[in-house]
């Protein structure tokens, strides 16, 4: 069953009622995060009914021993797992000497939950009846602060409603937490020091083999009637698990509150032996501001994420919903501070999938950072691959390449591929294509051409290099042939020349030629150190650019299209619309040998291509591949409805783009796949703005300036959405009746719209 | 290293002086079995080096839970593994109050081992010095009963040479024993029972899961001087273990003996109640027959095995030793007294590889065992598929195949597939082909159709099923095309059009028509019979011919051949001989991509083909095909030279095809993939044979007739071969001057030699 129990609302995600059935799901939609941390909507109190614990630090991660069926050579010996972290938000409860547990309580009522995404905190609120007979009414409101994003806030009041009562409360940490996901049940945390001195505690733990050290603190006040009090608590302190214990006697109506302060200070960025006086500092910081003034904080620093991110819709609440959800929750997994970090499949959410960043950052989330951040944050984005290259050449290695050959990892924490199946590790290699073109998107968007000799240029090098070596030449076809891959579609594995890659792969090598040629002549001592460092001469660059002018592509001249790869006309090509809907999704019902010689796609492909370089193709040609292979892609991917969303507006099928729009947009909220229990699906996220922007609003780059289609799905008023560009932000307002932009900044702006160039000066509305 | 520390003798394996790096490796090449059960050549006596315990019962396995990285629909959730069963050999053997342990003694010398295959016996024999100073010399003789299956004998004799000694001989049972190969360190087995009376014991255990019950038992005889004594033992009882010790007194220079009868019974062959008696029953029957008794019907046993299946060469005894060694371990192996049990690739010598029946039986096997024993054999081979089809059944409707298409395991122990690399447990389909074609070999050769009406058809019609669904319409090519397979090369994964499994497809739909329209008109009741239980139309033969008449095979007009797959081509075709001999074997030089987009073929594929069918193909086209992909076989399977070498002898290339057959005959013996401690490579064995008789005798079945055109490699004198044909045992002797027959038998036999017709009357020498 889908569950669409979420209550539609323009700013929050809520929740109304108690159901066991829905805690886990819960647990993930509800999630917060600050870029360096997250937490899953766990309640604080003890609850003994099936939950899924999450705490997650960012950039902390544990290297799992890989497991498979049967060992391949190059698979990597270990994979970056992302780790469950102590729990600090724990707060178990006794109401007249009854521990609160939901799952075991007489009745709860009222039950409500909220995520205010405006504001950026989550609370929940219920009135529960214990075994004893004693009603209370709690509440609960916490957040993860972007001030101080190594302190969380938890404020915990609970309400006698039928008599007087004795509470107590017992705020914890707790290090002997397990992950749900690991291959052999290793531990993965040695916790080594525990500590408490009033009301605050620390516990020092490490990660097993990675060695990143954390310091989980807390620090609590109590109030009575609003009212400060100073109970000294009691302390229990086990292996891994320290306690304090307050005991409140809370006459009938009057509430009992607990404010937890806690979070991380880990080894990642402090020394190892100033972890417990950071701690200490950044908690005393946040209690001495209180938990008001932190919240208020936080909703001014969420307003000005807003100010630039938010997309409006006018008529259509859960469209609303949903794309706010979306934006939240980029912004909530990465913040594009810190330069080791990226963007996580399932963010803070969820522990599914080893490793943190896929090619869904450079081919799905940057234009999202770029276009909604300052430049700088994409600039972060690239620099990870950059630090990461050392890693891609010793993992190209291993697949036996030479000579500075980079290949990036499918999947990663820390440059080391996290990956082991054969046919996604080894073969599909698309993904060192996504590199080349996000700095390629980069330059072309924010107009910073510095970032390629500085940086960019080495890992083109590494890439061009890597399709010279693996493209081989076919005598029967007088042309190179890229053998053995697997494409965007997943759903075909160990083919042959995949249209997609072959052109990537082309465009690749030529895309640094043209590059060396530039920095050659215009960044002559990044050259010098750059030739010096990948000893790349003038023969080895000739024989890269024969491999990209004699380059394969597989076509049809029956139906004028690109083949998506070798043969693929050979297979009994029956559209989706003509397959029996109780076959679907093939990738449950099936087993991979159907789904493999089927012609289903699972991701755009073919369109994937013809999305990264529209401008290499006629519209007519796009609309012809689009009619050729829409009707064979099942969409199972997540990423996939975002770009045939764009080429159908572009395309001008609104009704098609607007279809596509609405299967990613409330995804995770009314749970399609049945599986948000796991995590939300972060990345994809960033494909339901493009739809958006780039698709309804027709956002491009050409000749270096802002280009826009603005169309409108019949089914809304209007939407606005804001565009950072080039450090002035355009506020773009599309409705039924015309489009309207507004520019906040300092210097005028020619912008395209349906080709037609518009002048823009600084706050001036023009309406089209 | 090669280990060829082997002596060469014509009869018998020998190794001498005691290496410790070496016990693993002779542990599997002195391994003993009687089809029933197997013992690798572990020491009685404790031994605390490196040693790899098995004894293997057949037909006894252990469904232990799959274990993949990422799973996909269609696996099996857990696969039969061969499994270790209780020690019955166990002698633990104290001197002079040391315990005799090879591995930690003073000194170890005369160390001698000697499997003798001519009558199946082993024995292990040398001087030993203790730290205690004491020298004794031990010898311990052991075999396998062919007459009481259930039944192993041993015995093991002690002589001290420095002094008189007391001697406490310990025989013992312990089913506390583990699987090197556990995917979760399962238990396999349950202990329920322990009991002794005198000199006898049992333990009862039962695996899990399978709930296979197996009486373990053991009776001693003690011999002091080579007189019986009647020492009662003290018995040392835990959980899994039973021990006897007897206490013995022995003088410098006289003998202490003890003669242990053990084995199992179980419950595959008794009812569970019974095990103990039946158990009791026969290992009464052993000792009172006695050691020396019942080691004479061994070499009785043993020498009618090899009146029929005995290769003699003259000239080289490193060849005969080879060709007599894979002989040996087939029978010691299969014998074929019952239809449940098949050949494992490691037989009882190992337990790499769940699972004991591959395809390599029905490719490989069967030939053996049609021209070396009686053709019930055979046909208890087939029988072991029919009993299966039920389960083939299972197994293609977990593939999304209905209406009674059947699709044989990749590996299998009960007929459920026990494999989980998608690339081979679903695509590796030529399998099933095997299955038809060995039943189409079964009537060739022994001319017995009975099988085809009562077992064989329903089997065929299962195949020829689910190759007419498998495969598809091309519109392209208005053929039909099977894409998405691995065929017998399995360094090509997941690829379109396979020629030997187009073709294979193709002939066993054709096969099976032919014989449904057979078997309508000569055995209607059966027909009637099979027609009820298959629901077979019509319509639905007619559809099934329509593919095979309309099958695609990929062709090239430039070199005149038939391609392995579409795209072969496409391929750096640069053949063996030119790769750098660094990069070999490279399965274990190469990732797996790389692999897959050489050209390098890891075993005969379009070659098994030509091999399979050979009369469909002139010379000429054989020569042309043997030319193109020869170059480009690593032979990287034990099962890929025989076909080459018996095409070579077919193509008068008798250099090479020795080559080739070298590479097979000692693959073990010579330990040439540095592997034979995990046991050996069994049914690779069978090709070593076919490889002389149908290589170098040139043994073929022409117009029900048996054909030779017999050749000598230059480096030989002569050979000798038998071949039991249809109830007479035809002698074949091929020497530089001249081939002679001799029939033994009663009904005079007409043979082709060299395409002539010969006439044989019975005992009479023909010589050519």
């Known amino acids: 069953m889908n569950q669409d129990y979420v209550k539609p609302d323009n700013w929050s995600i ?118 004893n007979g004693i009603e209370v009414s709690v509440k609960s409101t916490r957040f993860l602060s972007l001030d101080l994003d190594e302190v969380g806030a938890i404020k915990y009041e609970v309400t006698p409603i039928s008599q007087d009562v004795e509470v107590v409360f017992t705020p914890y940490l707790d290090a002997g937490i397990t992950n749900e996901d690991t291959n052999w049940d290793d531990k993965f945390w040695d916790t080594y020091d525990l500590a408490h001195k009033g009301n605050t505690a620390h516990i020092l733990s490490k990660t097993m083999k990675t060695d990143f050290h954390a310091c989980t603190g807390m620090l609590n006040q109590i109030f009575l009637d609003e009212k400060a009090t100073d109970i000294y608590p009691k302390v229990e302190i086990s292996n891994t698990c320290v306690k304090l214990n307050y005991t409140l006697e809370v006459p009938k109506g009057k509430t009992a509150t607990v404010v937890k302060f806690g979070g991380y200070t880990v080894s990642l960025n402090h020394k190892e032996e100033d972890l417990v006086t950071a701690s200490s500092a950044v908690l005393k910081q946040a209690s001495e501001s209180g938990f008001e003034a932190l919240l208020d904080l936080q909703k001014n620093a969420w307003s000005k994420i807003w100010e630039m991110a938010d997309i409006a ?74 630090q990461h290259l050392e890693k891609a050449i010793e993992n190209a290695e291993k697949l036996g390449f030479t000579n500075g050959a980079a290949l990036y990892p499918m999947v990663t924490m820390n440059g080391e591929e996290c990956h082991n199946e054969w046919e996604i590790t080894f073969e599909e290699i698309h993904r060192n294509g996504a590199m080349t073109f996000a700095i390629y998107n980069y330059h072309r968007y924010t107009g910073d051409y510095s970032y390629i000799p500085e940086k960019g240029l080495e890992v083109m090098i590494g890439i061009a290099r890597f399709w010279h070596q693996r493209a081989t030449f076919s005598t029967d076809k007088d042309k190179y042939v ?63 650019a024969q491999v990209a002018e004699k380059m394969y592509f597989p076509y049809s001249e029956k139906h004028q299209v690109y083949l998506q790869q070798d043969g693929f006309l050979d297979k009994e090509l029956i559209t989706v619309a003509d397959l029996d809907k109780s076959q679907r999704p093939i990738n449950q019902k099936w087993s991979w040998d159907r789904i493999l010689r089927s012609p289903y796609i699972k991701q755009a492909d073919v369109l994937q291509g013809f999305y990264m370089f529209e401008d290499k193709f006629t519209s007519e040609e796009l609309g012809r591949h689009f009619d050729f292979y829409e ?25 098609q783009a607007y279809t596509f729009y609405l299967r990613t947009s409330r995804l995770d909220l009314d749970d399609y796949n049945k599986e948000v229990e796991e995590g939300l699906h972060i990345t994809s996220m960033a494909g339901t703005w493009m739809s958006i922007v780039e698709g309804f609003g027709g956002l491009r780059i050409k000749n270096d300036r802002l280009s826009f289609s603005p169309k409108i799905p019949k089914e809304w008023k209007g939407y606005t959405f804001n565009v950072n560009f080039r450090n002035q932000i355009l506020k773009v307002n599309v409705s039924q009746e015309g489009t309207s932009f507004n520019l906040e900044g300092n210097q005028e702006l020619i912008i395209y719209v349906d080709g037609k160039e518009i002048n823009i000066s600084p706050d001036t509305l023009i309406t089209i």
């Open 313 to 386: 819709i006018d008529g259509d609440v859960k469209a609303q919903q949903g794309i706010r959800f979306n934006i939240f929750q980029l912004n909530q997994t990465y913040l594009g501070k810190d330069a080791r970090l990226n963007i996580g499949p399932k963010g803070f959410t969820g522990e599914k999938y080893g490793g943190s960043t896929y090619w869904d950052t450079e081919a799905y989330c940057i234009p999202f950072y770029m276009a909604t951040k300052d430049q700088v944050v994409a600039r972060n984005l690239l620099t990870y691959r950059y």
């Open 14 to 131: 809520i929740e109304e009622g108690f159901d066991v059935e829905r805690v886990k799901s819960s647990e993930s939609l509800f999630s917060i995060g600050n870029g360096a941390m997250g937490q899953r909507a766990n309640f604080e109190e003890m609850y003994s009914g099936p939950t899924f614990q999450g705490s997650y630090i960012a950039g902390v991660y544990y290297p799992d021993k890989t497991r498979v069926g049967w060992w391949k050579n190059g698979y990597p010996e270990y994979f970056a797992k992302v780790l469950n972290a102590p729990n600090w938000i724990g707060i178990n409860v006794e109401i007249g000497g009854e521990k609160l547990d939901l799952f075991k309580c007489k009745s709860v009522t009222n039950f409500r939950r909220e995520l205010n995404m405006k504001e950026g905190w989550y609370q929940r609120s219920f009135n529960v009846v214990l075994t």
């Open 482 to 544: 890229i053998l053995g891959v697997t494409g965007p579609n997943e759903y075909e594995n160990n083919i042959n020349n995949n249209w997609y890659t072959n052109y990537l792969a082309k465009w690749c090598i030529e895309y640094c030629i043209e590059n060396i040629t530039k920095v050659k002549e215009e960044y002559s001592n990044d050259y010098k150190r750059i030739i010096e460092k990948t000893k790349l001469g003038e023969e080895e660059i000739n024989a890269m």
């Open 631 to 655: 009707p064979f892609t099942v969409h199972e991917s997540s990423l996939s409805p975002c770009v045939h969303s764009i080429q159908a507006a572009a395309l001008d099928r609104m009704d």
